[in-house]
Nanobody
Framework: QVLLVESGGGSVQAGGSLRLSCAAS????????MGWFRQAPGKEREGIAT????????YYANSVQGRFTISQDNAKNTLYLQMNSLKPEDTAMYYC???????????????????WGQGTQVTVSS
């Protein structure tokens, strides 16, 4: 089992920045591939960024490419999402997810992630 706890959400004006954190505990070997997803009200959950603790390879959704940066501190078992140039359309609940290895169905195949955090709310006002 892997326990994921997100933090860092909040309210910010458009153009501002936030950094989300996802602290992992438990059997972290089962959560070496991690990602950030988000779900806005009335919309489906979407994957926005993923990374592996075993490599430097990262993936981003087009909607956040160039504005968001995923990173990790393996010593602290913590995943981060630095969000810059925030837009009102970035308003959503943000979730951290993990699985043992890269999903076969695509890095944003959320059904293949085994562990999920409780989410942290990000609200961007115009």
């Amino acid at each position: 089992q892997v326990l994921l706890v997100e933090s860092g959400g909040g309210s910010v004006q458009a153009g501002g920045s936030l950094r989300l954190s996802c602290a992992a505990s438990g059997d972290t070997n089962s959560g070496r591939y991690m990602g950030w997803f988000r779900q806005a009200p009335g919309k489906e959950r979407e994957g926005i960024a993923t990374a592996s603790t075993r490599s430097a390879t990262t993936y981003y959704a087009n909607s956040v490419q160039g504005r968001f940066t995923i990173s990790q501190d393996n010593a602290k078992n913590t995943l981060y999402l630095q969000m810059n140039s925030l837009k009102p359309e970035d308003t959503a609940m943000y979730y951290c997810a993990a699985r043992a290895s890269r999903p076969m169905g695509g890095v944003f195949a959320e059904t293949e992630y085994d562990y999920w955090g409780q989410g942290t709310q990000v609200t961007v006002s115009s």
